[in-house]
């Protein structure tokens, strides 16, 4: 097989809109933070939607289609270092969904990202707003959430422009398309992935407004 022409399977529907609904949050949950002050309120709008997306992902990674499936990615180290070797030696391996690299990229950026909203919930900017489990915890609990949320943003961006290059350097430098199948793909919708995606919004519904508001 040629480096031009790898066979990659498409994304599903559910997962592209995943990502860049993902892609989209992360950039405006990052802008307002940033600008902080009343749009503290987008941003924490705008975080769980992310944390809704994040448990979508995690069901869908455990019954979504075949290649989208944490137990067809996650590969060992054996396979990573397969992998690396084939890539240095300018052969591009041909895998129907992520790569083993790639693979441990998406847990990473899944893991940090979570790790962001997780602390969010529990985070305060020392003046009007705060997380809406923060009252929940010890001041102190609070200020170790909100130093955590602080240093790990950067780690949300590193890893995201990592993850840009990345795609980027697979297209200028082996001349390999990942982005068309992030794009275009099939267009069904199967009703699990429907249920999953109420179910992600309504845990978090649940986890920010109900339980806050009835202690
Ligand atoms: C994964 C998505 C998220 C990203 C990328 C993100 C990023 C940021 C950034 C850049 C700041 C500004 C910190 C600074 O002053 O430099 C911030 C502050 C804050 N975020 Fe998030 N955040 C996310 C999710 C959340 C969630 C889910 C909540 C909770 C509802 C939340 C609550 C807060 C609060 C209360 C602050 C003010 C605390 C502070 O300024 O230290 N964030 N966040
Ligand atoms: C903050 C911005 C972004 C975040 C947080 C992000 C996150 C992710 C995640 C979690 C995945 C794994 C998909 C899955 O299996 O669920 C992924 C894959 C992918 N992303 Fe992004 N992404 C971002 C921006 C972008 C941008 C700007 C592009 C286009 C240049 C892009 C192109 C892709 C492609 C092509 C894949 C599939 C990679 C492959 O074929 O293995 N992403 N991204």
Request: hydrophobic share 55%; glycine share 8%; proline share 5%.
């Amino acid at each position: 097989m040629s480096a031009a022409s790898p066979v990659r399977a498409a994304w599903d529907l559910s997962t592209r809109a995943f990502h860049w609904l993902l892609a989209v949050l992360v950039v405006v949950s990052f802008t307002t933070g940033k600008i902080g002050g009343p749009w503290l309120e987008w941003h924490m709008r705008s975080g769980y939607a992310i944390l809704a997306l994040l448990i979508f992902r995690l069901g869908w990674g455990l019954v979504g289609s075949r290649n989208v499936r944490f137990v067809e990615f996650v590969r060992g180290p054996r396979a990573v270092a397969t992998h690396l070797r084939e890539i240095l030696a300018g052969r591009v391996p041909v895998t129907t969904g992520h790569n083993p690299v790639g693979g441990w990229m998406v847990v990473a950026m899944l893991a940090l990202l979570a790790l962001q909203a997780a602390t969010g919930l529990f985070a305060n900017d020392e003046s009007s707003h705060e997380g809406p489990l923060a009252k929940m915890v010890s001041n102190a609990v609070v200020d170790r959430m909100s130093v955590i949320h602080n240093y790990n943003q950067w780690l949300v961006v590193i890893a995201a422009s990592l993850h840009v290059v990345a795609i980027l350097a697979y297209q200028w430098v082996l001349k390999v398309n990942l982005m068309r199948p992030m794009i275009s793909g099939p267009r069904s919708v199967p009703m699990r992935a429907v249920i999953l995606l109420v179910s992600s919004a309504a845990a978090v519904y649940a986890l920010v407004v109900i339980y806050p508001g009835a202690r």
